[in-house]
């Protein structure tokens, strides 16, 4: 068989790593002359993970809807904010969202809250995890959507199997009853599960106030708080350098 037609049938069969690795070979004569016919299977298998790995990735960063394009490595530290390197090498990591524990970043307006919180929901993507960013006024307004389309169950049930829920704008606007029922539902759907964050310019002693129903504010916030990480962002806005920020 000759080599075109070896690259048709790998492409055919949606196999586009290896068929780039095998075409790469063949551009390199020589070069692989001394690998044995095993060992250059394994390049042309290697190359075909790696593919499906960038792709993958790639779809779930879409998927993800990210507010900023934002990465970890990419964090200002110089900027005093209360965040320290340590911190943000830890929840790098996947150990927190497999263990279903939640992140509460907090800050004044300015403080980089949005940017942290979409470069960690970046990483979880490129370590393999599903992440999905909302700001909570939108994520409430398609709830009432679903109920009204008929699809609210549904809903509720994707969200809980997001591996990485982000919440940005905890606090600013009153929740209605109904919205309240509604983060209690996702809240019990996720607790222990699958991890969520959430970025406020409120600190968390305010949030009983915000949510506004004691009761239900009560078993919401248990359900956050007691296996959170917590980052309190303080300092000046770093809008004066980065207009971006949030």
């Given at each position: 068989m000759s080599t075109i037609k070896?690259?048709?049938?790998?492409?055919?069969?949606?196999?586009?790593?290896m068929a780039a690795a095998l075409e790469h070979q063949q551009n390199q004569p020589g070069t692989y002359d001394e690998l044995s016919f095993t060992e250059r299977l394994e390049l042309l298998l290697d190359r075909e993970c790696q593919t499906r790995e960038h792709r993958k990735q790639d779809r779930l960063v879409r998927q993800a809807r990210f507010k900023l394009r934002a990465s970890v490595q990419?964090?200002?530290?110089?900027?005093?904010r209360?965040?320290?390197?340590?911190q943000v090498a830890q929840l790098a990591q996947t150990d927190?969202?497999?263990?279903?524990q939640n992140l509460l970043i907090t800050g004044p307006c300015g403080s980089g809250k949005t940017y942290l919180g979409c470069a960690i929901?970046?990483?979880?993507?490129?370590?393999?995890?599903?992440?999905?960013?909302?700001?909570i006024s939108r994520l409430m307004l398609e709830l009432t959507q679903a109920k009204a389309d008929g699809t609210y169950q549904k809903t509720l049930n994707q969200l809980s199997k997001i591996n990485l829920l982000?919440?940005?704008?905890?606090?600013?606007e009153a929740l209605s009853p109904a919205h309240r029922n509604d983060l209690m539902e996702i809240m019990d759907d996720r607790h222990g599960t699958q991890s969520t964050m959430i970025i406020s310019q409120l600190p968390t002693d305010q949030w009983y106030a915000a949510i506004g129903d004691n009761t239900l504010a009560d078993a919401i916030l248990d359900r956050?708080?007691?296996n959170a990480h917590r980052w309190a962002l303080n300092g000046e806005s770093m809008r004066k350098r980065l207009p971006e920020i949030d």
């Amino acid at each position: 068989m000759s080599t075109i037609k070896t690259l048709t049938k790998l492409r055919d069969l949606k196999l586009g790593g290896m068929a780039a690795a095998l075409e790469h070979q063949q551009n390199q004569p020589g070069t692989y002359d001394e690998l044995s016919f095993t060992e250059r299977l394994e390049l042309l298998l290697d190359r075909e993970c790696q593919t499906r790995e960038h792709r993958k990735q790639d779809r779930l960063v879409r998927q993800a809807r990210f507010k900023l394009r934002a990465s970890v490595q990419d964090i200002d530290y110089q900027h005093r904010r209360n965040l320290k390197k340590a911190q943000v090498a830890q929840l790098a990591q996947t150990d927190w969202l497999e263990r279903g524990q939640n992140l509460l970043i907090t800050g004044p307006c300015g403080s980089g809250k949005t940017y942290l919180g979409c470069a960690i929901g970046h990483q979880a993507c490129l370590n393999g995890l599903s992440a999905r960013y909302y700001r909570i006024s939108r994520l409430m307004l398609e709830l009432t959507q679903a109920k009204a389309d008929g699809t609210y169950q549904k809903t509720l049930n994707q969200l809980s199997k997001i591996n990485l829920l982000i919440l940005d704008d905890w606090g600013l606007e009153a929740l209605s009853p109904a919205h309240r029922n509604d983060l209690m539902e996702i809240m019990d759907d996720r607790h222990g599960t699958q991890s969520t964050m959430i970025i406020s310019q409120l600190p968390t002693d305010q949030w009983y106030a915000a949510i506004g129903d004691n009761t239900l504010a009560d078993a919401i916030l248990d359900r956050l708080m007691h296996n959170a990480h917590r980052w309190a962002l303080n300092g000046e806005s770093m809008r004066k350098r980065l207009p971006e920020i949030d």
